[in-house]
C-alpha cells in the first residue's frame, strides 16, 4: 500500500482552495466570464477564453457564495453557471501537477465527488453535473504515470455533516439530515452504484482501485445506520470493481467505536479501512500549543487515535467482570486503518481567515497574503511537523494503519499555503515520499526523535484569531498529555537509546519507533 495526496477544491468546490472562484460579480452571472490576476483556475491568459477583471465594469455580488450549494444557486441560468463551473473543472488541475506528483513520490490520489456528479439532481437543488468527463480525463492521466486513483463520495444529499465541504454549509454540523432520512441515505446508495458502474463502463479498474463510500459522516450521526450503510456500500463496490478493490468508511470522528470486531474477518473484509482525518487548527485549543507541543500533539493524541483500532482482539473480548487480558495485540486481517486527510497548517483557523481574504477580493480585487512567503525557521518546523505525522499515520511498528493522504495537492495564493502539497515539495519542507517498501521510520527516525529535534521557537507561531474561551471542542481534544504539557521534557533517553515515560519505565521505546518492553505496539 502506498500513499499520497488529494485533489480537494476540484470537482467538490472549497472555497478557501479557490476563493477567486467564489469572488462573483454581475459579470459573471451574467455569462461575462472574468479572472482575477493568478487565478489558478483561469484559462491561459493567451487564450480567446481568458478576460481579465475588471472592477469598473463588474461590481462583486455579496455576500460572496460559502459552499457549492450558493455559488450554483448565484446564477439564474444553469448553464451560465455549467460554463463558469467547466473553467475550473478544465483549468484546476494541469497535466503537470499529475507527473509532479509521481516525481515526488505519491502513488495514490484521493479525488473527492459531488453526489450529483452522475446527474441524481432534483428540480429544487442547484447543482450542476458535468465533472465526470475531466474525471475520466485525470483517471488517463493517471493511468500514464502509474498512479493509483481513489474516488471518494465527499457528499450527501442533506449533508452528511453540515460543512462546507459536503456541498451544503449548514448552520451548525450536524449528520441528522442524512442519517435520519431513509431516502437520503437511499439516494446515496444509489450514488456509489451509479459511480463505480461508470468506472467499471469505462475500463478504469486498473487505475481506479479503491472507493470511499462517504466523507466524515459527523459526530451524531445514528451508527446503526451507517453501518448498515457500509455494508450496503461494500457489496455495491465489489460487485461493480471487484474483490480486490479498496474500500475506505470514515470512522464518525471516532475510531474507538469500530474497534470491535466490525469487518475483522479476512474473507469479507480484506483490503477495507477505516478512514481517519487529524487537524490541529480547527479547535482552539491546539493553535496556541507551541511548535514542540505541536509534535508532542501528534506523537501522543493523534498516535493514540491511529492505533485505537482495528484488532482482532480487541477491547471488547474481554467480558464484563472477568480478568482483563491483553488486548489490541493483533491487528485485523480484514479492515485496516488510513488517515485520509491531514495538513501541516498548525496556527490558523481558516474560516476566520478566509473572510478576510474575502474581504480584500471585494474590496481591490486582491485575495490577501496572496504571494506570502514562508519563513526558513517556520520551513524547519513544517518540515518536522509534517515528517512526525508521516511515522506516525503509517504506525509501522503496530501494523494497524497502511495509508495516508495530505490534503490537499494545491491552494490559490498565500494565506492557507501550509495546506499546498505541492509547494511544500518545491520549498523541501514536505519530503518526497518514501517508497511503499520503506517506513518513513526508518528514514526520520521516530516521532520523539523528531520531537527531541525540534526548535521550541514562538516566533514562528502567528496564532489567528487571537485565543478565546473555546467551547466548541466536538472534536474532543485535550491538552491533558504530559507529554504534550511539557513541552516532551517528560521523556527521557535510557542508555540503549530508548525512549522512557518516567511513569512507565517498563514500556521504553526505541529510536525507530518500537517498543522493547512486553506492551510492544502500545502508546502509554
Known amino acids: ?83 463558469w463551473l467547466e473553467f475550473h473543472w478544465d483549468n484546476f488541475v494541469k497535466r503537470k501537477d499529475i507527473s509532479d506528483l509521481k516525481a515526488s513520490g505519491v502513488t495514490h490520489i484521493r479525488v473527492p465527488l459531488g453526489h450529483w456528479i452522475m446527474g441524481d439532481i432534483r428540480d429544487d437543488e442547484p447543482w450542476i453535473n458535468g465533472g465526470w468527463e475531466y474525471f475520466v480525463r485525470l483517471v488517463e492521466w493517471c493511468r500514464e504515470d502509474g498512479i493509483q486513483v481513489w474516488p471518494d463520495i465527499h457528499t450527501a444529499p442533506g449533508s452528511q455533516n453540515g460543512f462546507d465541504n459536503s456541498g451544503q454549509l449548514l448552520p451548525s454540523p450536524t449528520c441528522q439530515n442524512w442519517s435520519g432520512s431513509t431516502e437520503n441515505v437511499e439516494r446515496s446508495l444509489k450514488v456509489v452504484r451509479d459511480v463505480t458502474q461508470a468506472v467499471k463502463d469505462n475500463g478504469m479498474e486498473d487505475v481506479v482501485t479503491g472507493f470511499g463510500i462517504l466523507n466524515e459522516p459527523f ?27 479498496a474500500v475506505y468508511i470514515g470512522d464518525v470522528f471516532n475510531s474507538t467505536l469500530w474497534n470491535d470486531g466490525w469487518w475483522t474477518d479476512e474473507t469479507d473484509h480484506a483490503n477495507t479501512f477505516l478512514d481517519s482525518h487529524y487537524y490541529h487548527v480547527f479547535a482552539g485549543r491546539p493553535r496556541h500549543l507551541s511548535p514542540k507541543q505541536h509534535i ?7 498516535y493514540h487515535d491511529t492505533v485505537a483500532c482495528c484488532y482482532s482482539d480487541h477491547d471488547s473480548d474481554a467480558s464484563e467482570g472477568a480478568i482483563r487480558k491483553k488486548t489490541n495485540t493483533k491487528p485485523s486481517h480484514g479492515i485496516s486503518r488510513m488517515i ?26 486582491v485575495a490577501i497574503d496572496f504571494d506570502r512567503e514562508i519563513g526558513a525557521k517556520r520551513q524547519q518546523f513544517l518540515s518536522n511537523f509534517v515528517k512526525s505525522q508521516m511515522v506516525t499515520y503509517e504506525a509501522a511498528h503496530v501494523g494497524v494503519s497502511r495509508a495516508w493522504f495530505y490534503w490537499t495537492m494545491k491552494m490559490e495564493g498565500g494565506a492557507f499555503a501550509e495546506w499546498d502539497f505541492l509547494r511544500g515539495i518545491r520549498e523541501g519542507w514536505i519530503p518526497k515520499i518514501p517508497a511503499p517498501n520503506v517506513a518513513s521510520t526508518d528514514l526520520y527516525g521516530s516521532c520523539y526523535d523528531i520531537l527531541s529535534q525540534t526548535e521550541d521557537d514562538m516566533d514562528i507561531v502567528h496564532e489567528f484569531p487571537a485565543p478565546t474561551a473555546d467551547n466548541n471542542n466536538w472534536q474532543g ?44 505496539g502500545f502508546i502509554w
Not at 65 to 80: C, H, I, M, Q, R
Not at 230 to 237: C, E, M, P
Not at 486 to 504: A, C, E, F, I, T
Request: charged share 25%; glycine share 6%; hydrophobic share 35%.
Open 477 to 520: 481534544i485535550e491538552i491533558t498529555d504530559d507529554v504534550v504539557v511539557s513541552h516532551g521534557s517528560s521523556l527521557m533517553q535510557n542508555d540503549k537509546g530508548y525512549w522512557v515515560d518516567p511513569r512507565m519505565p517498563n514500556d521504553p521505546r526505541t529510536p525507530n519507533g518500537q517498543t522493547a518492553g512486553e506492551n510492544s
Open 296 to 302: 508532542a500533539l501528534v506523537c501522543q493524541h493523534n
Open 219 to 245: 459526530v451524531d450521526c445514528d451508527v446503526k445506520v451507517v453501518k448498515d450503510f457500509d455494508n450496503k456500500a461494500l457489496l455495491i463496490v465489489r460487485e461493480n470493481l471487484g474483490e480486490d478493490a
Open 340 to 365: 485520509g486527510e491531514w495538513s501541516a497548517s498548525f496556527d490558523t483557523l481558516v474560516s476566520d481567515k478566509l473572510d478576510q481574504v474575502m474581504a480584500g477580493v471585494a474590496n481591490n480585487n
Open 1 to 83: 500500500m502506498g500513499s499520497g495526496v488529494n485533489l480537494g477544491g476540484w470537482l467538490v468546490l472549497e472555497r478557501f482552495i479557490t476563493p477567486y472562484f467564489f469572488a462573483l460579480t454581475t459579470c459573471h452571472l451574467e455569462g461575462d466570464y472574468r479572472f482575477y490576476e493568478g487565478q489558478i483556475d483561469a484559462p491561459p491568459v493567451d487564450s480567446s477564453d481568458y478576460k481579465k477583471m475588471n472592477s469598473k465594469e463588474c461590481q462583486p455580488v455579496l455576500p460572496y457564495p460559502v459552499d457549492e450549494w450558493t455559488l450554483t444557486s448565484a446564477f439564474a441560468n444553469k448553464e451560465v453557471a455549467k460554463r
